[in-house]
């Protein structure tokens, strides 16, 4: 069985439930770009293929630290969406916070939200409450467009700049949109993560050494 997606609370729990019944079973399962979180994931799973997500928070950290430095003067006041509950976001903010660090960066407000419909009244409510802040960072693709839509309803276009994580054909139409919102995401390889995930799938299936658990 080939596994990808990530659940919040209680569902997460159901997984980890039907991860045991799946071993009880004898049906191997691989999961691929997200997985239950440790130490459930290696009881109850053969492999997870994933990105390198620090990795991908430390090119994004990078080139928000070259905005700051050459558009902002080294000085930046920012907003989060996270999506910390899920490990490889974690990931994901420790490559951001390297290479903000050493710059005079003050987080202003940070908060879950993952999910367009429900992170763009959080986006709302940020900028509202901190009308200084001029760099949105957005964990995820549904936090990039969340963050987008609410810098343009406000009309902060060009005062508020869009740095984020994942890529999607919005987010796309986002980064080439003449406002200007969006300036950095750095994607994932996703048909790399699929093939590899499926090819590991096969061999747990065959009863095959699948190789290093982690496999980035």
Request: charged share 20%; proline share 3%.
């Amino acid at each position: 069985t080939l596994y990808q997606g990530g659940l919040p609370g209680t569902r997460r729990l159901e997984l980890v439930s039907a991860l045991r019944l799946a071993r009880t079973a004898r049906i191997p399962v691989v999961c691929y770009t997200t997985c239950v979180n440790p130490p459930d994931d290696k009881d109850l799973v053969k492999a997870f293929v994933k990105s390198d997500n620090k990795g991908l928070g430390v090119t994004t950290g990078q080139q928000a630290a070259a905005y700051i430095r050459n558009v902002l003067g080294g000085k930046a006041r920012v907003l989060m969406l996270t999506c910390e509950s899920y490990d490889v976001c974690k990931e994901r903010r420790k490559g951001l916070n390297e290479q903000l660090a050493g710059l005079d960066v003050k987080v202003l407000a940070e908060q879950e939200g993952f999910q367009v419909d429900k992170a763009r009244p959080i986006a709302d409510s940020m900028l509202a409450a901190h009308p200084d802040a001029n760099i949105f960072i957005a964990q995820n693709e549904d936090g990039i467009i969340a963050a987008a839509q609410a810098i343009k309803a406000k009309g902060l276009a060009g005062k508020v700049a869009v740095f984020g994580i994942d890529i999607n054909t919005q987010v796309a139409q986002l980064i080439a949109s003449s406002d200007g919102i969006v300036h950095w995401t750095t994607g994932q390889d996703p048909y790399s993560l699929g093939t590899r995930g499926l090819e590991a799938a096969i061999k747990a299936a065959r009863h095959q050494s699948v190789g290093d658990f982690y496999q980035l």
